[in-house]
Structure formats: structure tokens, C-alpha cells
């Protein structure tokens, strides 16, 4: 077997609205089989839904949280996610896989990436047990009913929560 000086980078995608400790956590597992992570903050996919956080928001909490990692960097990116991860020389696509209900999603989405460009794999990793409930659209839910998020959200994140209440809704 040879080896090759070539980096191997992961690209992380996703909305991020906001980053959770889940998200956090996956991260950490891509960089145990990578030289380098990019989560990558769709455009998107913040449009159909109610988003909490601007996206440039989003990328400032993510860079912050990560500002300790030189091998993460933050990314934001429209339209196809295969052609940003070329134009990024990225060979693999991180995707947490939390149980049963995420897997029909993520299998039709890496099916497609698949068909769109075959030489990028889709990585599943599993999270951190006591992490595997958490998402963004339930830290939303908590914050909008002004609940406690500091165990679901790093610092940055819970930082600009605070700043910004009451919500509204
Ligand atoms: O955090 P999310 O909302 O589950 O992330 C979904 C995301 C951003 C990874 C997905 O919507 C995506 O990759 N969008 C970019 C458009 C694209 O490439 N679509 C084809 C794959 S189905």
C-alpha cells in the first residue's frame, strides 16, 4: 500500500439554525478520519423553513465555536452541495444519522448526491448517545417558548439566544 500527501476533506452541510452540541460532536468524529472539515451553511435550505438565525449569524456562531480548530473551516453555500464540495476538493459528505427516522431522508439524499457526482462518498456517523435526540428545530422550539438551552447549544450560540430575548411567538 502507498500513501499520498493528498488532504483528505470532509464537507459537513447543513442549515445549522442554529449549530447544536450534536452538530458539534459530529464534527469532532469527521476530523478523526479527515485532515480538515467545512460546514458548510446552506442558503437554501433556510428558505422553506422559519429560521431563527440569519445565515451570516450562523456562520459567525460557527466560526466562533470552532475558532480553536484550525482543520474546521466555515463555508456558506447555494445551490448543489456535490458542486460545492468539487469546487472545494472535498471527497467526502458528513452526515450525522440520529435513528430510523433520519435514515430515509439521508439515504435518498446520499443516493442523489451519488448520481450526481460519483466520486463523492456519504459518511453517516452516529452521534454521542446522550446527544442523539437533539436537532436544530428543537432548540427553535425551546427558545421560542422562552425555555433553558444551554446543554442543547454551545456558548456563541446560547450567547446571541440571551441577546435576543423575548422572542417572538
Ligand atoms: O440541515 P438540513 O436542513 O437537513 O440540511 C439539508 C442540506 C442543506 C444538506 C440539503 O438540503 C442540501 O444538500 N441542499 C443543497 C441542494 C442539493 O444539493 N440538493 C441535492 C441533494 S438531495
Not at 137 to 150: I, Q, T
Given at each position: 500500500m502507498t500513501t499520498t500527501a493528498r488532504k483528505r476533506v470532509a464537507v459537513f452541510p447543513?442549515?445549522?439554525?442554529?449549530?447544536?452540541r450534536g452538530h458539534e460532536d459530529v464534527v469532532r468524529r469527521a476530523l478523526r478520519f479527515s485532515d480538515g472539515v467545512i460546514v458548510a451553511v446552506s442558503h437554501r435550505s433556510s428558505e422553506a423553513k422559519q429560521h431563527l438565525f440569519s445565515v451570516a449569524e450562523r456562520l459567525d456562531m460557527i466560526g466562533e465555536i470552532f475558532a480553536d480548530t484550525p482543520e474546521v473551516e466555515v463555508a456558506e453555500f447555494d445551490g448543489l452541495l456535490v458542486d460545492f464540495a468539487r469546487q472545494r476538493r472535498a471527497t467526502l459528505i458528513v452526515r450525522g444519522l440520529r435513528g430510523a427516522l433520519d435514515l430515509e431522508y439521508e439515504l435518498k439524499m446520499a443516493l442523489t448526491n451519488r448520481e450526481l457526482n460519483g466520486e463523492i462518498e456519504t459518511v453517516f456517523l452516529a452521534p454521542t448517545a446522550e446527544l442523539s435526540f437533539l436537532s436544530s428545530s428543537l432548540v427553535r422550539e425551546v427558545v421560542s417558548h422562552g425555555g433553558d438551552a444551554s446543554r442543547f447549544v454551545g456558548a456563541p450560540v446560547l450567547r446571541r439566544i440571551l441577546g435576543r430575548l423575548p422572542l417572538d411567538g
Amino acid at each position: 500500500m502507498t500513501t499520498t500527501a493528498r488532504k483528505r476533506v470532509a464537507v459537513f452541510p447543513g442549515s445549522f439554525d442554529p449549530i447544536t452540541r450534536g452538530h458539534e460532536d459530529v464534527v469532532r468524529r469527521a476530523l478523526r478520519f479527515s485532515d480538515g472539515v467545512i460546514v458548510a451553511v446552506s442558503h437554501r435550505s433556510s428558505e422553506a423553513k422559519q429560521h431563527l438565525f440569519s445565515v451570516a449569524e450562523r456562520l459567525d456562531m460557527i466560526g466562533e465555536i470552532f475558532a480553536d480548530t484550525p482543520e474546521v473551516e466555515v463555508a456558506e453555500f447555494d445551490g448543489l452541495l456535490v458542486d460545492f464540495a468539487r469546487q472545494r476538493r472535498a471527497t467526502l459528505i458528513v452526515r450525522g444519522l440520529r435513528g430510523a427516522l433520519d435514515l430515509e431522508y439521508e439515504l435518498k439524499m446520499a443516493l442523489t448526491n451519488r448520481e450526481l457526482n460519483g466520486e463523492i462518498e456519504t459518511v453517516f456517523l452516529a452521534p454521542t448517545a446522550e446527544l442523539s435526540f437533539l436537532s436544530s428545530s428543537l432548540v427553535r422550539e425551546v427558545v421560542s417558548h422562552g425555555g433553558d438551552a444551554s446543554r442543547f447549544v454551545g456558548a456563541p450560540v446560547l450567547r446571541r439566544i440571551l441577546g435576543r430575548l423575548p422572542l417572538d411567538g
